[in-house]
Nanobody
């Protein structure tokens, strides 16, 4: 069993930065493919970023590729989403997710086994 806890969200101004963290609790013997998704009000949840088990391969959504980065520290079971130059359109609940398959990375929601509760990010202009 795995539990994911996100933190680091908040209310910021356009152009500010935030770093989200996702701590994995439970089955820490295995390494998991990790991902970040977001859901804005009235919209579908969408892919943001994913990182492989070793942390040396990532995929970032085109909409945020030049501003967001994903990383992980396997020693502390934590995955990060660094968000720079935030815009009002980045306002959403951000979720982290864990995929226990043999995939290297995962960009689809259905590929993930576990989800966190989400952390709110609000960007005002």
């Amino acid at each position: 069993q795995v539990r994911l806890t996100e933190s680091g969200g908040g209310s910021v101004q356009s152009g500010d930065s935030l770093r989200l963290s996702c701590v994995l609790h439970g089955d820490t013997r295995s390494l998991w493919v990790m991902g970040w998704f977001r859901q804005a009000p009235g919209k579908e949840r969408e892919f943001v970023a994913t990182i492989n088990r070793k942390g040396d391969r990532t995929s970032i959504a085109d909409s945020v590729k030049d501003r967001f980065t994903i990383s992980r520290d396997n020693d502390v079971y934590t995955t990060y989403l660094q968000m720079n130059r935030l815009r009002p359109e980045d306002t959403a609940v951000y979720y982290c997710a864990a995929d226990g398959s043999y995939r290297s990375i995962a960009t689809e929601q259905g590929q993930y086994d576990y989800w966190g509760q989400g952390t709110q990010v609000t960007v005002s202009s």
